[in-house]
């Protein structure tokens, strides 16, 4: 393909991408002779838009990049009428990236909204987040970077041959899973692109039917500032559905495939810094003051979070006991029973282990202060994904905020599985997560003032999340189709399944 002649633009302007200009993507355009160029962008369904211009000319591709273009945004956007629907999109430099999905050499641009007069629009998923991270600045002072877990399915016909052992997939190896390929593609169109990843791997949920097969994997990014990470999950599903397209696959992200076997989620991690230091753990290797705080907004907020990050029925099919997926508003250090873990720390004891494993050579002096994160367990791949990240960022500083933190951090903290047995009095104490879209709405209905606040979340788009979730008529689902007798609760199952599978 044609991108393994040319150099990555990040590679080529080798400098921080917020230091991006016009010159240098003009620079670029001319020493690789590129004729096409995308503006993207996000609207109210959560997918890519694009629109495609051919370069005619130095002037022109000075014009587009600076001028941007007009949209129809009420075709983008439900709650905006056609007769005053206009909207400018901007392309952002720093989001530039080369495009190896395209037949030929192209460049893509994330863009921004501005309305009629030149403003940022107030209801665009990308605008929220940015006034959701100058809030959070603003009062507290506290920086946050985020990334995400990118959970999918791979569906395709039923190979006889190495079949993997069912629910037993994680870290599995070629043949016993056969679409590594395509996981290692989009590792490359993705490096290519831009993105900071971390690693990428087969997830548990191995399992087949008579005609089927479907084989779980998860890619996992790096920690980045906030609009980077929405827009690194959004870039990864858009690449993922184009490969399996080309491979003749389904790829879902949906939250659940089947009863009984893994769901996939969408985790994020987010990163607290403060004058540029990682301060998610103190001194002593203990989870922060700070952190507690955080963990303690996200807590408050945690049902009515789902509204954003769990947006379709069968998301709730996958928040059910001993799947691994979080069923009750609790945190934990390594727990993965929990709705906010904090991940194992890279303890000073780094350097002994790598000795221990080296024959007692020295490891190379890294900087492993930056890696701790805690992490959100509950959305998945139905998430509006610039909402989602938004509302954690407004449950982060509504807990740095709130003089009563700590004590809340301390009531969540959870030290074993709840879904054991001995752990079932704690458990019954805790209070649960939404079990179904329209419960989740109603949540975000009672708390719907806090991300109206400092003019974050416009009310519109607050009252279109909650109109959407409102409108499946879910409540209970659960229990109707554990109350459904076979065969017609198998039927059943497939019907929501595949209704949602694009989410």
């Known amino acids: 393909m044609y991108f393994e002649e040319l150099i990555p ?31 993207h962008y996000i609207g109210d369904d959560g997918r890519v838009k694009t629109l495609n ?16 273009e007009r949209v129809d945004g009420s075709s983008l956007f439900k709650y905006l009428e056609t007769g005053s629907s206009d909207l400018y999109v901007i392309p952002k430099l720093h989001s530039a990236f080369l495009n190896p999905l395209e037949v030929d050499p192209t460049l893509g641009f994330f863009c921004k909204y501005f309305d009629k007069d030149g403003n940022p629009t107030l209801f665009s998923p990308e605008n929220i987040l940015i006034k959701a991270e100058e809030s959070l600045v603003k009062e507290t002072g506290i920086e946050m970077q985020g990334m995400g877990e990118l959970e999918y399915y791979v569906i395709f016909p039923k190979d006889p041959l190495y079949l993997a052992t069912d629910q037993r997939g994680y870290h599995e190896s070629v043949p016993f899973v056969k679409f590594e390929n395509l996981r290692r593609e989009a590792l490359n169109c993705l490096k290519i692109m831009g993105a900071s990843i971390k690693y990428a791997h087969s997830e548990v949920g191995n399992f087949s039917d008579d005609t089927y097969s479907y084989e779980q994997n998860e890619i996992e990014f790096q920690p980045v500032a906030l609009e980077d990470a929405a827009i690194q999950l959004i870039i990864a599903k858009w690449v993922l559905r184009v490969l399996g397209y080309k491979y003749g696959v389904q790829v879902s992200f949906a939250p659940k495939i089947t009863v009984g076997k893994a769901g996939s989620g969408m985790h994020i991690h987010m990163k607290l810094l403060k004058n540029g230091e990682n301060v998610v753990f103190n001194q002593n290797g203990e989870v922060s003051d700070i952190s507690k705080r955080a963990i303690a907004g996200i807590m408050e907020l945690a049902p009515s979070l789902t509204a954003f990050g769990n947006c379709v029925p069968t998301s709730y099919l996958r928040l059910e006991p001993n799947q691994e997926a979080p069923t009750k508003i609790c945190w934990g ?171």
Not at 23 to 37: A, G, Q, S
Not at 392 to 397: D, K
Request: include cysteine; aromatic fraction near 10%.
């Open 53 to 68: 211009f051919i370069i005619q000319g130095e002037d022109h591709l000075r014009e587009i990049l600076s001028t941007g």
């Open 333 to 503: 250090e390594r727990n993965r029973s929990a709705l906010v873990r904090v991940p194992l720390g890279w303890s000073k004891n780094a350097v002994e282990m790598f000795k221990n494993t080296n024959y007692g050579k020295d490891p190379e002096k890294v900087n492993i202060s930056q890696k701790p994160t805690f992490e959100f367990r509950v959305p998945d791949g139905s998430a509006d994904i610039y909402l989602l990240i938004a509302g954690l960022t407004v449950a982060v500083r509504e807990g740095l905020n709130n003089p009563n933190a700590l004590d809340i951090a301390d009531k969540y903290k959870i030290e074993g599985n709840i879904f054991k047995e001995e752990y079932k009095d704690i458990a019954k104490k805790l209070p649960n997560l939404p079990t179904s879209c329209v419960e989740s709405s109603k949540r975000l209905k009672e708390q719907k003032d806090i991300y109206n606040k400092f003019d974050v979340f416009p009310a519109k788009v607050i009252e279109h999340q909650i109109s959407k979730l409102e409108s499946y008529n879910d409540e209970n689902l659960s229990q109707k189709i554990a109350d459904t007798p076979e065969p017609e609760r198998t039927k059943m199952i497939k019907q929501l399944v595949y209704k949602y599978i694009d989410c």
């Open 9 to 39: 633009l990040q590679d080529f302007i080798d400098k921080d991408k917020q230091d991006y200009q016009v010159e240098d993507i003009v620079k670029y355009v001319k020493k690789f002779d590129i004729n096409h160029l995308n503006f």
